[in-house]
């Protein structure tokens, strides 16, 4: 493996560790929570950390081409931690390792960093299974590892005498191939968990790249789909890959998505958000009305709980609000659906600041869903306010290009230059325009949907933010 090995996430950067990084690894391994958590490695001074970094990571790299690999922050370029891919004589298969300094317990960076090299070992190292080791004491690091996918397999000793210690294990074979390297990363990963995550309200964590389920519908949002198992495959390879947030509404189809969602999905997986919305009528194909009166939105609310087979929409979205009814009225129905405990969550479509703030003197806004793309950036304000405001912003058609996706332009430059699409790089600029922006790209093709995911890994560097952005 090159010496320029790195793989990038939203706040993270993972590299090879050198011999440059003795001082660190004396700090973590000599750390009292790493002896009690993972064990003592004997490490008290510098020429120890050299020791054991010549003897394990540097000699892994080496012999298996994988190894514990250096966690630096994006933002201050500082160490934090390690996480990587190890091979023991006393395990059948590869294990995933982890550990950072407590100053950084506590906020994501174990997921994040984890996530991402589970990733790599199935798109890159192409391991058909991966396995995991920890004390039975160490709640964090098993909860971790649950929410990975790992699950418990049995109780084992690496060596006679050695404290017994819990056998977790992942499939990490999936279909498909990861898309060609680019020259900034050595992969990109197939798991939307590498756009990072978001809490909707505070306490509703997801990751900030969804999936909208608006085509899984027929021609014109209306009727059923032209393929309905491939449609079903989308949604559940949707789930496989780590996307936790699916948006839909009442209209799409009308009724249709949310019922194919039910179908694929229910039993809902644990920590997967389904958004819907509600307050458009459809009376034809490509043809869409608000009314946006409480007993219309009490029958699109009703309905929509019904399809989806739950008893509380998790987000649930006003889809517009209606010119010909008084806003309180729309905000009261909204409020008192929450009061209700039908509604968790409540957000809005296509407002104004000025409307996102009058909505929020009666009910608690946590999501807008306005269109925006590299194309189509009329709404920057709300982006900026939604920002400001830790409020999610949820951009739909965000894979138009515009102009800048023409042959020649910017978009197409850097795609080119880094073996993406045009697409992938739109989805790219959109998650790092702002730590608020919530993607949905929606698709009826298991391709185009992995496609989009990959996006999720790439980061692009300032300059190429700045020509995007300009």
Known sequence: MPATFTIDTPRLRIRELTL?????????????????????????????????????????????????WLVESVATGEPIGICGVLKRDELPEPDIGFAFLPAFWSQ???????????????????????????????????????????RFERMIRLAEGRPELKLFAA????????????????????????????????????HRLGFGAMRITGRGVWGPPADRAEALRVLRRSVELGINL??????????????????????????????????????????????????RLQAHLDGSLRRLRVERIDLYQLHRIDPNVPEEDQF????????????????????????????RRVVDIV???NKFNLAEREWEPVLDYCTAQRIAFIPWFPLQVGKVGEQGGAVTSIAQRHGLTPSQVA????????????????TSRVAHLEEN?????????????????S
């Open 20 to 68: 440059a990084d003795a001082p660190f690894m004396l700090a973590l391994l000599s750390d009292p929570s790493f002896i009690r958590n993972i064990g003592d490695r004997n490490v008290r001074t510098i020429p120890d950390a050299r020791a054991y970094l010549e003897g394990g990571p540097l000699a892994s790299y080496a012999r298996n081409g994988f190894g514990l």
């Open 108 to 150: 994501g960076y174990g997921f994040e960093s984890a996530a991402a090299v589970v990733a790599h070992a199935r798109a890159a190292l192409r391991l058909p299974r991966l396995l995991a080791i920890v004390s039975p004491s160490n709640a964090g690091s098993i909860r971790l590892l649950e929410k990975l996918g790992f």
């Open 171 to 206: 499939e990490t074979n999936v279909a498909g191939t990861a898309p060609a390297p680019s020259r900034r990363m050595t992969t990109h990963a197939l798991n939307a968990s590498l756009s990072g995550t978001f809490e909707l309200g505070g306490d509703l964590p997801v």
């Open 246 to 295: 699916i948006d839909t509404a009442n209209s799409y189809g009308p009724d249709v998505s949310e019922e194919l969602i039910a179908e694929a999905l229910h039993p809902y997986p644990s920590g997967l958000v389904i958004a819907t919305k509600g307050g458009l009528e459809r009376p034809g194909p490509d043809n869409w009305v608000p009314d946006c009166r409480p007993e």
């Open 332 to 359: 009261g129905f909204l409020q008192r659906a929450q009061q209700q405990g039908k509604v968790r969550h409540i957000g809005l479509s296509e407002v104004t600041v000025e409307q996102i703030e009058r909505a």
């Open 367 to 369: 999501s807008v869903q």
């Open 427 to 442: 989805l790219a600029w959109l998650l790092q325009r702002s730590p608020a922006m919530l993607p949905i790209p929606g």
């Open 453 to 469: 995911v990959a996006a999720a890994s790439i980061r692009l560097n300032r300059d190429e933010m700045r020509l995007l952005s």
